[in-house]
């Protein structure tokens, strides 16, 4: 009697909030069962096949790969089930060999392409064509047969499994029974047997694995819920009615089948007929045809030499050595055809006008790619490494990641897929799919909700989880240790304990699919030849595109081409200044401008970066002042320091320290003096890692670059032969070994905090020409940014308002002079008409286009007579009145909005009249209808409040005026910092804020008590804000809508983003505030001794010296509880004018500016801005 059981009916996580079997562990109980074989039947995809091949090669476990597939009633084209037959039917197939491999990845990419209705399906046709090499099993109870023999129609059934059988052929076709103690299955399974005995088909058992261990049951059923929106307590639901849909060893598989080992010996004979073996490490580059006959090495050849002509003008030995040295290595490896395919699409996208960034990533270490135009960095110049790039003695594939402007991504994708595609129209080029995961906080809201436990609850542990650091979220195991709250609940509360275990048990489990963000493919076959497709939904367009089912480090296993096309909103922003620039007869060539630019540092050092790539966030705003860069390879360290582990070490501290000469700048030793010069004797770019390897220990730059990727692996199995050979390197080039060991101990923490000089340049590139395009061209900057944000809800009035601190008026809609988008318009910001709520595009384009045919609007009757009537709606005039777009006419909004349809009414009437060739309106000849009377439409306008109400509700914020601007300074003086900084507080830290409420949502406790959750807005940006019980009791009259407040809360940031809890919310007291400065009172400013750089000092004597006025100055330099006063000589008097002290918040920080009134020994009243 034969031992033994191979489980061929499983499913892993990868059968998505359905699976909850991690695949590693399937392999480790699998390998401890001594079982031969497993596979793999994922519900309609195959998304999992690659790593369930990987682990089952590593763990002895022979992998098969399968897919429990949907098969259509009818036609896999059909969309309308008959009225009794089902949408779909299961069916379980695995792949035999190669060849059963390759049609079973047709099979499931059909389904998905062709068969999609609610599930990828595949027919009965499809499966004829392709069932060469698969092995049929007849499938669970949703199976075809199994249905059709609980409904009595046993003769039908026959059929079915007798077409099935000649569908496989003879002998890979079989009646699958399993047992799960469930009533149903014990039936069919009777006659399943029956059927088996008159058919001559075999049996064989399963056991239909959705989690590994019996006790996963309840977890998974979570999973269920979560998959359907459910709590565990509704009965209306998909559920599993017993615990035994594990993975069991051979013993208990064959007890239970003990009257039929006929069908657990098929498992093993099923197992010992899959012999599928894959291949990995061959590249299969898509062919590139060199024109007139030429070569691929010596057209790439020619186009470099070309390129480096134009770049470089004379060709020195250095930049020809390097040239040739890069040509050889690319023709060594096999990747000149590789180089010419990213040139020809980043060719067509420049021809197109579409702005490609100046590099990304290792790639703009390539000299080649600076000729090319890949890239738009000099290699030479930066000192940056090729091999870091592309190393000769690690054969893989390059990685050259693009940047796009966002607008024209999919242009180039649809050239890339048309260029690329197969005779047969099969998808050669597809977007990589990604998979999203349970994360703990995810989970613990999920558990809680699932489990019947109030929101709140869920909501309670999360506040208890620890802060992400840099959106880098902790495991639930890490919060535990990390968090004495979440650590306390969980020892003591049951309920507590219950949510955080089974949180635990689905963490990481993946959770749903989507499209990769830039990875796209591109074959040299129809890409099902390697790999399975699917469609998927873009989030940002509601399209359809094809993407792969495997990610993107199956792609890259399978050795097809992968390259990343990202589209970065900046790349828009640059573009369209550039292109207002150029309508307002300034052209400006931004690649060529100089990095070197005094005013730009300047601007950048003030903390003025808001609307500035990379550089803009709270905590980079306090790096930058702190480092006070004035050099471009300053904006490369900030790019680098601004990391969780370089901050973590206090990386950025010692670089600041050493640059402004308040520590010496020392080295490992006098012969890397020349590599660590440029950061100051501090390794901050893993390449400076690669060159001490280099110079101390004579590797060679491809033996460097395998040092640093086994340092960043921190594998310390990987380290010992590379240390080794350090040591003996170090030595044999005359350095002691002592100092060697040290150097190598040095780098390694070193080689994993450091960051890619490449990219750290590539985007500090453009991160300096959108510094460069806001100072030198702010309102044609600023316009181009707020139309980058033109749908964003949060960023729009951000940058709106940061306009307006910048002293450029933002002015309202205007039918007469409003483009489709922001534009510039008379020193300021002229709304565009698109962002008016209620005006789609279509009446936008109409209006614009009347204005430019017909002339300007004279009146609003003149409107209605040149704009097509059919745009004209109520709400569309209604919406354009209130946003303000009438004003330049002489109209007041309140009475336009009261009187318009006495006008537009009988105008637009005898326009359609017109349209349809009747009798006018007013009768008689039409040029007397220009005589119509307008009096009626004179009257009030709203009051303020209501004014800006109606505004606001039209373009979704204030823009003529803002309830803030008029009481900013003396909000100031009563507030800790602008909202804008909120960001920097720590965990716990309590701050006055002052704002404006906006969104606001009441809820209540499980006791029935009121509480309020709003959002706080003011000049410079917004934060949330929960107000309990306690604190809104008494807030209650004060927090509405618009209201102005003052709030004193403490941050929160254990949440999925930074929140105040409120301790007192109060309307201001503005009689208390402090006046405006006088001539008599004195600008008292306060200078924290720890920032006290000759450089600050430099920039704030230049900054009072633009403002001379006759209000005096008080320098007061603070060293903790030590205050030193210095009165400033009389020729030194300002102007103490909103703008200045605007400027001294940018120089200083606004946490630490104010207004306020200060009495001093004399007794004489202060304005102090700190």
Known sequence: MREGFVHLHTHSEFSL??????????????????????????????????????????????????VEAYVAPGRRFDRTPGESEEKYRHLTILAKNEEGYRNLLRLVTDAHLEGFYHRPRIDKE????????????????????????????????????????????????????????????????RMLIELSRASGIPLVATNDIHYTEKEHARPHDVLLCIQQQKVQTDTNRLRFDTEEFFLKSAEEMRAIFAELPEACDATLDIAEACELELTFGELHLPPFDAPDGKSRDAYLRELVDVGAASRYGTITPEIQERIDSELTVIGSMGFEGYFLI?????????????????????????????????????PLRYGLIFERFLNPERKQMPDIDMDFDPRGRD??????????????SSPSVAQIITFQT??????????????????????????????????????????????????????????AREIVETAQALEGLRREDSIHAAGVVIGDAPLVHYLPL?????????????????????????????????????????????????????????????????????????????????????????????????????LMALNALYRPGPLGQNMHVEY????????????????????????????????????????????????????????????????????????????????????????????????????????ACAYAQVGYQTAYLKRHHPVEYMAALLTSVKDDKDN??????????????VLPPDVNESQVDFAPADGGIRYGLSAVRNVGVGAVQEIIRARTEKGRFESLTDFCRKVDASVLHKKVLESLILSGAFDSLGYRRRALLEGYEKVTTPVLADRRAEAVGQESFFGGERAELLAIDESVLAGEEFDRTDFLRQEKEMLGQFVTDHPLLSIREQLSAITDRDLVDAHSLGDGDVVTVAGIVGAIGRKYTKRGEPYAVFRLEDLTGGVGVVAFPSVFDKAAAVVGPDEVVVVRGRADLRGRELQLVALEITRPDLRSAPPPPTTSDPLIVDVQAASCTSGLIARLRELLRLHPGTTPVVLRLVDGHAVTRLRLDAERSVDASPALLEELRRLLGSEAVRVTIDSSPAGSALVRAR
């Open 17 to 66: 909030l359905d699976g909850a079997s991690r695949i590693e562990e399937l392999f480790a109980k699998a390998a401890g069962y001594e079982m031969p074989a497993l596979a793999l039947t994922d519900h309609g995809a195959m998304f999992g096949a690659l790593d369930f091949y990987d682990a089952g090669k590593r763990h002895g476990v022979k992998p098969i790969l399968g």
């Open 411 to 424: 242009e180039v994708i649809r050239y890339v897929a048309q260029k690329y595609a197969t005779a047969d």
């Open 534 to 634: 699917k469609l998927a939904k873009d989030s940002r367009d509601d399209s359809r595109r094809i993407v792969t089912q495997f990610d993107m480090h199956g792609v890259e296993k399978l050795g097809l081409l992968k390259m990343d096309f990202l589209g970065l909103r900046n790349l828009s922003v640059i573009e369209d200044t550039v292109m207002l620039l150029r309508q307002a007869g300034r052209p400006l060539d931004i690649d060529v401008v100089p990095t070197d630019d005094p005013g730009v540092y300047e601007m950048l050092r003030a903390g003025d970066t808001t609307g500035v790539f990379q550089f803009e966030g709270a905590g980079m705003r306090q790096l930058i002042r702190q480092l006070a860069p004035d050099r471009f390879e300053d």
């Open 126 to 189: 499809l499966l004829s064509e392709r069932s060469a090499g698969l092995i049929g099993l007849s499938g669970c109870l949703a199976s075809e047969i199994a249905r059709l023999l609980l409904a009595g129609q046993e003769r039908k059934a026959a059929e079915v499994a007798a077409t099935y059988r000649d569908i496989f052929g003879q002998g890979a076709f079989y009646l699958e029974i399993q047992d799960h103690g469930l009533a149903e299955q014990r039936q069919v399974n």
């Open 796 to 809: 729009k009035p951000f940058y709106l308002n940061a306009a307006r601190l910048m002293s450029i008026p």
């Open 438 to 495: 349970i994360k703990g906080k995810q989970g613990i809201r999920d558990a809680a909700r699932v489990l019947g436990f109030p929101a709140a609850m869920g909501d309670r542990l999360c506040k208890m989880y620890p802060p992400a650091v840099l959106g880098r979220e902790f495991s639930i195991e890490d919060a535990l240790k990390m968090s004495p709250e979440l650590k306390d609940a969980f020892e003591r509360e049951p309920e």
């Open 656 to 759: 600041a320290e050493r640059k402004h000469g308040r520590k010496p700048v020392s080295y490992p030793h006098p012969d890397l003096e020349d590599i660590l010069s440029a950061t100051y004797g501090i390794i901050v770019y893993q390449e400076q890692v690669m060159q001490i390897a280099v110079r101390m220990a004579g590797y060679s730059l491809g033996r460097a670059d395998l040092l640093r990727k086994a340092m960043g692996k921190k594998i310390r199995a990987e380290l010992i032969p590379h240390r080794e050979q350090f040591v003996q390197g170090a030595v044999e080039r005359g350095y002691a070994e002592r100092l060697a060991k040290e150097i190598f101990e040095l780098i390694v923490p070193f080689a994993d905090y450091g960051f890619n000089a490449s990219h």
């Open 342 to 378: 990213v040139w020809d699409l980043i060719r067509f996208a420049r021809e197109r006008g579409i702005r490609v960034g100046p590099g990304r990533g290792s790639s703009a270490g390539s000299v080649v790619s600076y000729c090319l135009r890949i890239t738009d960095l000099d």
